[in-house]
């Protein structure tokens, strides 16, 4: 069973930075799209940015030319770095992972099996 774990998240002022991490484990195979989603009081969960298991990534309209999607070499742990942050980032934050190609899935949260339980970030001005 796959396991996602994050963490990193906290209240920082706008502008300002933060890197979550998810720290993953049960794989069977090392075919898998990762992806962080997030999702703010009274809105839907979106999408911000995939990653497949060649690096490829993929990032919303929303957080381009701020965030950034990686993982480690060994494919066990996904970060976001997240820079100039602004009020409307404020969510809660979920590492989410299928099985499905990230072409396929894009950022549709019903096509990710396997989630976190979040991490909360706040930005304040």
């Known amino acids: 069973q796959v396991q996602l774990v994050e963490s990193g998240g906290g209240s920082v002022q706008a502008g300002g930075s933060l890197r979550l991490s998810c720290a993953a484990s049960?794989?069977?195979?090392?075919?898998?799209?990762m992806a962080w989603f997030r999702q703010a009081p009274g809105k839907e969960r979106e999408g911000v940015a995939t990653?497949?298991?060649?690096?490829?990534?993929n990032v919303a309209a929303s957080v381009k030319g701020r965030f950034t999607i990686s993982k480690d070499s060994a494919g066990s742990t996904l970060y976001l770095q997240m820079n100039s942050l602004k009020l409307e980032d404020t969510a809660m934050y979920y590492c989410?992972?299928?099985?499905?190609?990230?072409?396929?899935?894009?950022?549709?949260?019903?096509?990710?099996?396997?989630w976190g339980q979040g991490t909360q970030v706040t930005v304040s001005s």
């Open positions: 049960g794989y069977t195979g090392s075919n898998f799209c």
């Open positions: 990653i497949n298991n060649i690096g490829s990534t």
């Open positions: 989410a992972a299928t099985q499905n190609a990230c072409g396929v899935v894009g950022f549709a949260a019903h096509g990710f099996r396997f």
